[in-house]
């Protein structure tokens, strides 16, 4: 068994098993995490509502330093809840609508 993988056997006498995939579920782990924050919600409201915008505008409208609105906006990115598009000096961010349906399918799966 390597690191990034757990077995488990279904019965004790049974020879089939779950395997679990761990760095996946670590993976998975952080992409609800990213979500899972009150001014990363904040953040993503407020993109919404905007349709695209930049940092500049983000940090001034919650009343943020630079780099804490880009620090959360790097997570937001990794985990691929939004979007960056460059228009000569400026990078505007709009909001991953597929990655946001995804979470709900998987959330939803969840709970079911």
Do not use: C, W
């Not at 760095?23 to 990213?34: D, G, H, P």
């Not at 990363?40 to 983000?58: A, F, H």
Request: net charge positive.
């Amino acid at each position: 068994m390597n690191n990034y993988m757990l077995t488990l056997n279904t019965a004790p006498d049974s020879a089939s098993a779950l395997k679990v995939d761990l760095l996946n579920v670590k993976k998975a782990s952080l992409v609800l995490r990213a979500i899972n924050h009150k001014l990363r919600q904040q953040i993503l409201k407020l993109i919404d509502e905007s349709g695209k915008i930049t940092v500049t505008e983000i940090y001034v409208k919650l009343r943020l330093e630079q780099s804490v609105a880009s620090q959360h906006l790097a997570i937001l990115r990794k985990a691929g809840f939004v979007n960056t598009e460059r228009d000569g000096k400026f990078i505007y961010y709009t909001i991953n609508t597929a990655r946001i349906e995804e979470l709900n399918q998987f959330v939803e799966s969840l709970l079911n």
